[in-house]
């Protein structure tokens, strides 16, 4: 059963554009929800993360909306740039983290110049 | 200070000989986790370890697979009698603490392949 589900699972967006990438949960004892950024043959880097106490961060280009009702979180990023291209995953992970994460399949994001 | 470091980079298997997985956490970090990557699939949790101690295998396939967090040295995912199945990359992270482990640190990860 696959607790995350990541959407879509490729997208191009042009240089500027706003790239949206969706994910939906069904665990309700998660309660830290990260995106990981990850180029090839390299190990996935935190981009941002979200607890369910709050609706949105931001931090630079990068936003997490979350909807706590719809258990479903969104990764927006804005102006996107060409060194953005890289996969993007959700992840999910219950209190203590003894599970560890539970990650997304993945959106492959390219950017054109 | 060195991030994760995992060796080797690539690892090429016969079928039926063992594969050995190295992952040297970030200096001050007892806390490590491995994962398994399959093409085109997001990363998905094996196993849990502190120094000495096994906290959480539940995502470790039952046979042929073992990890230890020794004292000294790295730690070690070790899989047994390879199958073209067990090909994929596989990534540690690391942690300061278990509370801390919400925003670990992955490697680069090994990528085997079973020939």
């Known amino acids: 059963q696959q607790q995350v589900k990541q959407s879509p699972q490729s997208l191009i967006v042009q240089k500027g554009g706003i790239s949206i990438i969706n994910c939906a949960y069904e665990n309700t004892a998660f309660d830290y929800f990260p995106w990981y950024q990850q180029f090839p043959g390299k190990g996935p880097a935190l981009l941002i993360a979200?607890?369910?106490?709050?609706s949105e961060k931001k931090e630079g280009r990068f936003t997490i909306s979350f909807n706590k009702s719809a258990k479903q979180f969104s990764l927006h990023i804005m102006d996107s740039q060409p060194g953005d291209s890289a996969t993007y995953f959700c992840?999910?992970?219950?209190?203590?983290?003894?599970?560890?994460?539970?990650f997304g399949k993945g959106t492959h994001l390219i950017i054109q110049p | 200070n060195a991030g994760v470091m995992q060796n080797p980079r690539h690892l090429v298997r016969r079928r039926g000989q063992e594969a050995r997985l190295r992952c040297s956490p970030m200096k001050g970090h007892s806390h490590v986790y491995w994962y398994r990557q399959l093409p085109e699939e997001g990363l998905k949790f094996m196993v849990y370890l502190q120094k000495e101690n096994i906290i959480d295998e539940s995502g470790m396939p039952k046979e042929r697979f073992s990890a230890e967090f020794p004292k000294e040295g790295p730690s070690i995912l070790r899989i047994q009698q390879v199958v073209r199945g067990d090909s994929a990359a596989y990534f540690c992270?690391?942690?300061?603490?278990?509370?801390?482990?919400?925003?670990?640190?992955f490697g680069s990860g090994t990528r085997l392949t079973v020939v």
């Open positions: 992840a999910a992970l219950v209190g203590g983290g003894a599970d560890g994460l539970t």
């Open positions: 979200i607890r369910p106490d709050v």
């Open positions: 992270a690391s942690s300061t603490s278990r509370e801390l482990n919400y925003g670990y640190t």
